[in-house]
């Protein structure tokens, strides 16, 4: 029996600390497949290294207790999930192991450019924090991310989209993936940020907005000043500002080191999401 294709396959990545079906990346991933026809591959996993620290010491008989229960705390994670999965009629399967041969951050990677799309949360607690695994896969996949805040209970929606543009290499990238992924994107609304860096183009404003209306959506650009606030604040501020269900932009446009020196609007971004963020580099 041939199994039927699937448009896209979408990765989600939690972890037993992380984990919530009902708000944040999983219930996201769930509306997005529901709405894209997309299957879902859900890595959920227990990492000993994120358990919380305890102030009292313990035995190794202690330690192996608690880790099992965590193993709990994640099994039912997986039934709830699957089972959620299979009443809104998504294709999903489930992974909780890790093969260790090409470490952990780069057997999640594998996995992720096998998907067009990761969802995933930006919590920083513990060694191997969500925040960690997201920036680099952001570096190492090729695939576009979709960042979530923690509490987010929104329905997934992208009828009206921010693009943060620049004309850099990065955000055409970004932009790109969101038009190839997002289902029912209606209105694109360019963001150039002023005072930030000088955007060269030999285009203007009324040319980009007709070359995006070609697509069958309306389009607009929105310069707005910094006012004050950093890159990555203005951003996210204007794209809610503006209504848009959904922010997308380029990932370290600079170097990485540079922006952990200098700062930048990924870093804010990953520091404080405000809203569902497609990021690509």
Same mark, same amino acid.
């Not at 998907?115 to 969500?130: A, C, N, Y």
């Not at 501020?237 to 990485?256: E, I, K, Q, T």
């Given at each position: 029996?041939t199994?039927?294709?699937?448009a ?9 600390d ?15 497949c529901?709405t ?6 859900a890595f ?15 035995s190794l008989e202690?330690?192996?207790a ?11 994670n997986?039934e709830v ?8 009629g998504?294709?999903a399967?489930?992974?909780?192991a890790?093969d260790h ?5 780069g057997?999640?990677a594998?996995?992720?450019?096998l998907?067009?799309?990761v969802?995933?949360?930006t ?22 991310l ?11 929606a ?5 693009a943060?543009?620049?004309?850099s290499?990065?955000?055409a990238?970004?932009?790109?993936d969101a =038009?190839?992924?997002?289902? %029912?994107i209606?209105e694109?609304? @360019?963001l150039?940020?002023?005072g930030?860096? &000088?955007? !060269? $183009?030999?285009i203007?404003h ?9 697509r ?9 000043d910094?006012?004050?606030?950093s ?14 269900? =959904?922010?997308?932009?380029? %990932?370290?446009?600079?170097?990485? @080191?540079?922006?952990?020196?200098l700062g930048? &609007?990924? !870093? $804010?971004?990953f ?11």
């Amino acid at each position: 029996m041939t199994r039927e294709a699937l448009a896209k396959t979408v990765m989600l990545y939690a972890t037993v600390d992380t984990f919530d079906i009902e708000r944040g990346p999983a219930a996201f991933s769930m509306r997005f497949c529901e709405t894209a026809n997309a299957g879902l591959t859900a890595f959920l996993l227990n990492l000993d290294a994120n358990a919380p620290p305890s102030r009292e010491s313990r035995s190794l008989e202690q330690l192996r207790a608690e880790s099992d229960l965590r193993e709990v705390r994640n099994a039912t994670n997986v039934e709830v999930l699957l089972g959620r999965a299979a009443q809104s009629g998504i294709d999903a399967v489930a992974m909780t192991a890790i093969d260790h041969s090409r470490g952990m951050i780069g057997c999640v990677a594998d996995h992720a450019r096998l998907h067009d799309l990761v969802i995933i949360g930006t919590d920083s607690r513990g060694m191997l924090s969500d925040r960690i695994i997201a920036e680099n896969l952001l570096f190492e996949i090729g695939r576009p991310l979709i960042v979530v805040p923690p509490n987010y209970l929104a329905e997934f929606a992208c009828h009206r989209i921010a693009a943060a543009w620049d004309n850099s290499r990065v955000a055409a990238r970004a932009l790109g993936d969101a =038009l190839a992924l997002l289902p %029912g994107i209606e209105e694109i609304v @360019l963001l150039t940020v002023g005072g930030e860096k &000088a955007i !060269l $183009s030999s285009i203007d404003h009324d040319a980009m907005v007709r070359m995006l209306e070609r697509r069958g959506v309306s389009a607009r650009v929105e310069r707005r000043d910094l006012n004050g606030r950093s890159i990555g604040e203005a951003i996210q501020d204007d794209a809610l500002d503006v209504g848009a269900n =959904l922010l997308v932009m380029g %990932g370290y446009g600079h170097s990485r @080191l540079r922006e952990f020196i200098l700062g930048g &609007a990924t !870093l $804010s971004v990953f520091a404080n999401p405000q809203l569902p963020i497609l990021m690509s580099h």
